[in-house]
């Protein structure tokens, strides 16, 4: 009797053993790899068990949207008070491009409608009008440098618990008021202060509409909280000290060209370019 008990615990004692250490193993195996280059990923690979209030939101923002302005018909009067033709489809126009959707031009961006390999092969981006992704403004577009497929990896080894700079090495800025001149009163805009009193830029008020993600918070979600987003609001990032430069880019023979001395991330020697 006594033997069999021994025997019996000395099972489970292995069982265990081989159990818990296989855990480890697969715990160890999902911590993800960073890749080595910066790319864009879309909206979508933040939404479904990370940020899904945040993409909801977006979706139903004027960002999640900014594709759809460049068809043919919409927004009219607008158009019209710049000059640009309302009945022209400009969803594959460069310029209007670089500032209505993720990362064109850059790695993993958005590829319009007829992009070709070399070889000949449809490259464009496929569009689901049910879930938006590299289409519109999306995340990137305000919180990456060169797109976030490697701080999307931080943020996952570190489930939210993470310190600025370590996002910031991996592409992440965090000089927003910055960043929305990108587009917002940049030169190349069609709609500038001066034509219209709404396109003037107040960075506190217009702040406020981004991330409306109060309704979208559920029992589903709840988890999705980050826990040191307070914490981290007393910390002063790099890039909140010396903001990122805002890349140049021109258009020759239609084509939309960065001006590679001009970008903030300097792919060569990957570094940062910031303000001086
Ligand atoms: C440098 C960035 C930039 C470029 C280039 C750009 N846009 Fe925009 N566009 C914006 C921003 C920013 C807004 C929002 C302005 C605001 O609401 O203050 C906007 C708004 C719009 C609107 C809505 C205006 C309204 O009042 O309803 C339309 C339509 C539009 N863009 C079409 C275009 C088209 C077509 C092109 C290409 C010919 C283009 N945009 C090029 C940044 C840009
Ligand atoms: C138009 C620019 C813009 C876009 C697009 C955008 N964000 Fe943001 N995001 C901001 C700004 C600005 C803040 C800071 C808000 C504040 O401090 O009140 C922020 C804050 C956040 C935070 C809190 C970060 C922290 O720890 O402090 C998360 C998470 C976030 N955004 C996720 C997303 C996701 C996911 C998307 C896409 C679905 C997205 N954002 C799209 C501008 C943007
Ligand atoms: C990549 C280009 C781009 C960037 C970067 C960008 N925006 Fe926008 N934003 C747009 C476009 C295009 C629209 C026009 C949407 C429309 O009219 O429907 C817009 C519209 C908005 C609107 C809605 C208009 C309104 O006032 O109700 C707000 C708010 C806004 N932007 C705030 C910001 C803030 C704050 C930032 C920086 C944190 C920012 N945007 C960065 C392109 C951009």
Not at 179 to 186: D, E, P, S
Not at 237 to 252: G, H, M, R, W, Y
Request: net charge positive; with cysteine.
């Amino acid at each position: 009797m006594r033997n069999s008990l021994k025997f019996l615990a000395l099972t489970l004692v292995s069982i265990g053993l081989v159990f818990g250490g296989s855990g480890l193993a697969e715990a160890k195996k999902k911590k993800k790899k960073i890749p080595k280059k910066p790319s864009y990923v879309g909206a979508v690979k933040c939404n479904g068990s990370c940020h899904d209030p945040y993409y909801q939101a977006w979706v139903n923002s004027p960002h999640g949207k900014t594709f759809d302005l460049l068809k043919p018909g919409e927004r009219a009067e607008a158009k019209k008070r710049v000059k640009l033709d309302p009945d022209k489809d400009y969803t594959t126009t460069p310029l209007c491009l670089r500032c209505h959707t993720t990362g064109y031009k850059q790695r993993g961006g958005f590829k319009p409608a007829g992009s070709k390999s070399k070889k000949g092969k449809d490259t464009s981006t496929p569009i689901d009008p049910e879930e938006p992704n590299k289409e519109q403004v999306g995340c990137e577009m305000c919180h990456s440098v060169a797109g976030g497929a490697q701080f999307r990896i931080v943020m996952k080894n570190t489930k939210g618990d993470f310190k600025k700079a370590e996002t910031e090495k991996y592409g992440q800025r965090w000089d927003y008021s910055n960043v929305c001149t990108r587009c917002h009163t940049h030169k190349r805009t069609p709609f500038q202060p001066d034509v219209h009193d709404k396109y003037k830029f107040n960075f506190e008020e217009r702040k406020k509409k981004v991330h409306q993600i109060d309704k979208y918070w559920n029992e589903d979600n709840e988890d999705q909280k980050l826990e040191k987003i307070k914490d981290r609001k007393k910390e002063e990032a790099q890039s909140e000290k010396t903001p990122l430069i805002i890349e140049d880019f021109i258009v020759k023979k239609g084509k939309l060209r960065f001006n590679k001395k001009k970008m903030p991330y300097n792919a060569k020697d990957k570094s940062f370019r910031y303000k001086k």
